[in-house]
């Protein structure tokens, strides 16, 4: 429910920008400009999870992304992705509205 409301926000806002620590991974994960929908930063992230090989290959809903950028900007070692509040907490710290 939080992730779909701030998604219609932001569209509605017509996008999010993130911060530059944020910016350069999604750009990583071949991201292009500097506003986006927050579909489209879920998208980079998880793209950039599994090309950087983040993931386990045997518990594919654990990401261990100690010693990675991703790491730094969430201030953990790993997560599950059954469990988003992390990342939530993380956009709220690294994304702005794209309208001002
Ligand atoms: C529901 C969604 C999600 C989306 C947001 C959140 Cl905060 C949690 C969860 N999700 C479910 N599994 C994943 C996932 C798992 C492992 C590796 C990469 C992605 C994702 C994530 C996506 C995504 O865009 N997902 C598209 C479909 N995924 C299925 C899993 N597929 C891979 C699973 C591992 C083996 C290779 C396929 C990739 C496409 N974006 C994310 C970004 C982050 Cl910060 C964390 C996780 C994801």
């Known amino acids: 429910a939080v992730l779909y409301s ?3 926000y ?5 996008g999010v920008r993130p911060k ?4 350069k991974i999604l750009q990583a994960a071949g991201a292009q400009g500097e506003t986006f ?9 998880g793209q950039y999870i ?3 090989q983040l993931y386990d290959k045997r518990q594919q809903h654990m990401v261990y992304c100690g010693g990675d950028q991703l790491g730094e900007l969430l201030g953990l070692e790993s997560f599950s ?4 509040s992390p990342v939530y907490e993380m956009l ?6 794209a309208a001002v």
């Open 10 to 14: 932001s569209e509605l806002l017509g």
């Open 6 to 8: 701030i998604i219609c």
């Open 92 to 97: 709220k710290r690294n994304l702005t509205s």
């Open 20 to 23: 530059l620590p944020l910016l």
């Open 37 to 45: 929908t927050l579909k489209e930063v879920m998208h980079y992230l």
């Open 50 to 52: 599994m090309v950087r």
């Open 81 to 84: 992705v059954k469990d988003p």
